[in-house]
C-alpha cells in the first residue's frame, strides 16, 4: 500500500512517546516500596481505575484487530468484540469483590491465600508468565503494523521502538506510571474514534468513479519481487494503491452499488447507517494464488446483508458449517472469550490497586461502560474502513489508521499515536503482572530468597527488561498474523488454566492446593498442547496448506475451551475430593504496602 510518512504523525508520536517516559521518570524518582512497584499502594481511585481498566483491556487486538476482522469480513470480526465484552460480566458478578478481599497483589498470592504452597506459587506463576506472554506477541504485532504508515520503517523497527518504550514506563514507576499511561489511553481512544465515527457517519456512502471488474481478478497481485499490475512488475509496493486509485478513483474495499439506484447517500444516522450497508452490494477482496506463485487479491462483490451475518471469515466458517466439529470451534472460541476475561492476570491485579472491595466493584462498572462505548463504535469503523477504499489487503490490522486518513493526515495522525498508545498501556500491564510473578512469586515464595522492598522493585525492573526483550522477538517472528486471533489464543489459555481454580477456591470450601495445582496444570498444558497441533497452527505458524494442515491436525477443531475449561473444573474437584483431609484455615491476610 501508498505508506507515505507523515511529519505530523511523527510528531505526536515522538511527543506522546517523551511525555510518557518523562512522567515515568518523574513518578518513578520517588521512593518506592515493593506495594508501591507493584499494586500502587492500593489507591487509585476507582473511577480512575476503571478507565484504567478500558485502557488495560482495549489492547491492539480491540482497536487494530477488531476493526480490522470487520472491515475484511463484515460481522464476524463484531463477534469478537461481544465476546470480549460479555467476559465482564463474569469479572463483575463473580470474580472482582471477592478477589479484592484476599489482599494481595498477586494471581499467585491469590490462589495461595488459603494454603502455604510453594507448588501453588510456583504452578500459578507459571500461568501468569506464559498467558502474559501470548498476549504479548500481539500487542507487539500491532505495534510493528503501525510503524509502516507513520514512520516509514519496517515492521521489525515498530517492534523495538514500542518494547523499548513499554519497558523504560515498567522499569521506572511500575504500576502508577502504568495506571495512568492506560487512563490516558482509553480516553483518548474512545474520544477519538467517536469522532472518526462521527466522521464516517457524515460522509455516508459513496460509489467509486468507475467500477472495478471481475475482469481485473489477476490485475493486482504481489510475489517476492514486488506488485506487478497487468503483468508488468512494479519498483515499489507501495505503488499499488497509486496504480488502483488513477484506474478507478478507489483503492481495496468500495461500494460497488447502492439502493435505489443512488451514487451518494450523504449524512447518515447511526441506524440509517447499518440499513443502508444492509441494501448496498460492497466490492470485497479475496486472497489467492496464481499459478505462478504471485499473491492475488480478486474483487469480489457481496451483498451488505450477507456481511451482517456471522459466518463470513475463516475464524467463524463453523457458524454456517454443518460439521459439529466446526459449530464446536466456533462455540469453544466464544467461550474461551467469555471466561478468559476474568482469568487474565494483567486484569486481576487492577484490581489490587483500590483500597477496598467497593471500590473494586464500581472500578469494574466504569471499565464495563468504557468498554462497551467503544466495542459499539468498532462495528462502524470496521464497516467504514471496509467501504472507503483505503485498505491493505496484505494488512487487515492497518484498517482503521488507513481509514483515519481518508480524511486527512491530522487525523491520520491522531488515530496512529492513539493506536500506539493502545500497545503501550496494554503491553506496560502484561509485563507489570509477569515481573510480579517472577520477583514476588518466584524469587520471594518459591525460591525462599531473602530481598527487601527495595531488592523486589530491582528484581521486578529487571524482570520487566527480560520479557521486553522476549516480546520484541515473538512481535517480530508473527509479523503476518491478525492481532486478534493471536488474542483468541491466550484467552482460551487462561480461560482453561486460571478460572477453574479461582471460581472453585471462592466458592467451593472443599478446594485443596492439591487440586489447584492439578487444575491449573493440566488446562495449562492441556490448552497449548491442543493449540499447538490444531489445524489452525499447522497452517498460520508451521506454513502448512489447509489441507494439509487439516489432515495433519491431531484434534477435531481449534479452539479448545470447550474441552479444556470442564477438564480444568473436573480435576480440580477429582483432586480435592481425594485430598480434602489437609485443608488449613484461612490466613489473615498481611495487607499491600
Same mark, same amino acid.
Given at each position: ?71 475484511? !469480513? ?26 479484592? &478481599? ?89 474520544? !477519538? ?27 493486482? &497481485? ?346 480444568? !473444573? ?7 475430593? !481425594? ?15
Amino acid at each position: 500500500m501508498n505508506y507515505e510518512t507523515s511529519i505530523l504523525a511523527v510528531s505526536i508520536f515522538a511527543a506522546f512517546v517523551l511525555g510518557v517516559l518523562g512522567l515515568s521518570v518523574w513518578l518513578g524518582s520517588r521512593p518506592q516500596s515493593a506495594g508501591g512497584y507493584f499494586v500502587a499502594h492500593g489507591q487509585v481511585g476507582w473511577f480512575v481505575n476503571g478507565v484504567a481498566f478500558a485502557g488495560d483491556y482495549l489492547s491492539a487486538a480491540s482497536f487494530l484487530g477488531i476493526c480490522g476482522m470487520i472491515a475484511f !469480513f463484515g460481522y464476524d470480526g463484531f463477534l469478537y468484540s461481544i465476546g470480549y465484552l460479555a467476559g465482564w460480566i463474569v469479572a463483575l458478578f463473580v470474580i472482582a469483590e471477592p478477589v479484592k &478481599r484476599l489482599g494481595k497483589y498477586t494471581l499467585a498470592d491469590a490462589l495461595n491465600s488459603k494454603f502455604n504452597s510453594r507448588g501453588l506459587k510456583l504452578v500459578a506463576a507459571i500461568s501468569t508468565l506464559v498467558i502474559s506472554l501470548f498476549y504479548l506477541v500481539p500487542q507487539m504485532v500491532g505495534a510493528g503494523a503501525l510503524v509502516k504508515p507513520l514512520l516509514g520503517l519496517p515492521h521489525w523497527a515498530g517492534v523495538v521502538m514500542v518494547g523499548g518504550a513499554v519497558t523504560g514506563i515498567v522499569a521506572t514507576a511500575g504500576m502508577v506510571s502504568t495506571t495512568w499511561v492506560q487512563f490516558i489511553k482509553g480516553t483518548m481512544l474512545v474520544v !477519538f474514534c467517536a469522532l472518526l465515527m462521527f466522521l464516517i457517519l457524515e460522509r455516508g456512502f459513496s460509489l467509486p468513479n468507475t467500477p472495478i471488474g471481475q475482469d481485473e481478478v489477476q490485475s493486482y &497481485r504481489k510475489d517476492a519481487s514486488g506488485v506487478i499490475v497487468n503483468g508488468s512488475p512494479l519498483s515499489a509496493e507501495n505503488q499499488l494503491d497509486t496504480k488502483l486509485r488513477a484506474a478507478h478513483g478507489v483503492g481495496f474495499g468500495s461500494i460497488a452499488q447502492l439502493p435505489d439506484g443512488v451514487r451518494a447517500t450523504g449524512p447518515l444516522g447511526p441506524i440509517a447507517f447499518i440499513e443502508t450497508f444492509s441494501k448496498s452490494t460492497v466490492t470485497t477482496w479475496k486472497k489467492g494464488t496464481d499459478a505462478a506463485g504471485a499473491t492475488t487479491f480478486t474483487p469480489v462483490e457481496r451483498k451488505g446483508a450477507d456481511l451482517l451475518l456471522p459466518g463470513s471469515s475463516p475464524t467463524f466458517k463453523g457458524v454456517r458449517d454443518d460439521r459439529i466439529a466446526s459449530k464446536l470451534d466456533f462455540l469453544s472460541l466464544m467461550l474461551a472469550l467469555f471466561l478468559g476475561t476474568a482469568s487474565l492476570p494483567h486484569i486481576l491485579i487492577r484490581y489490587y490497586t483500590v483500597k477496598d472491595a467497593a471500590a473494586a466493584r464500581k472500578s469494574t462498572v466504569v471499565g464495563i461502560g468504557v468498554i462497551g462505548v467503544f466495542y459499539i463504535i468498532t462495528l462502524y469503523l470496521g464497516l467504514g474502513a471496509m467501504t472507503s477504499g483505503a485498505l491493505d489487503p496484505t494488512d487487515s490490522n492497518m484498517s482503521a489508521p488507513l481509514l483515519a486518513r481518508t480524511f486527512g493526515n491530522t487525523l491520520f495522525a491522531v488515530i496512529s499515536a492513539v493506536a500506539f498508545t493502545t500497545v503501550l498501556g496494554t503491553v506496560s500491564g502484561l509485563i507489570m503482572a509477569g515481573a510480579g510473578a517472577v520477583a514476588h512469586d518466584l524469587l520471594c515464595d518459591v525460591f525462599k530468597m531473602e530481598l527487601s522492598d527495595r531488592e523486589q522493585v530491582r528484581a521486578g525492573k529487571l524482570v520487566a527488561v527480560a520479557l521486553g526483550l522476549i516480546a520484541i522477538v515473538f512481535g517480530v517472528l508473527f509479523e503476518k498474523m491478525n492481532v486478534t486471533f493471536l488474542v483468541g489464543w491466550a484467552f482460551n489459555v487462561a480461560a482453561s488454566a486460571n478460572l477453574p481454580a479461582l471460581v472453585m477456591l471462592l466458592f467451593w470450601k472443599r478446594t485443596t492446593k492439591q487440586g489447584i495445582i492439578a487444575a491449573m496444570s493440566i488446562g495449562l498444558v492441556g490448552s497449548l498442547a491442543w493449540i499447538l497441533v490444531s489445524a489452525d497452527t499447522l497452517e498460520k505458524i508451521y506454513g502448512f496448506s489447509a489441507a494439509d494442515a487439516a489432515s495433519r491436525a491431531l484434534v477435531p477443531f481449534s479452539q479448545p475451551a470447550i474441552v479444556t475449561v470442564p477438564l480444568g !473444573f473436573l480435576t480440580l474437584i477429582v483432586v480435592s475430593i !481425594f485430598t480434602s483431609t489437609g485443608i488449613t484455615k484461612p490466613q489473615t491476610s498481611p495487607g499491600i504496602a
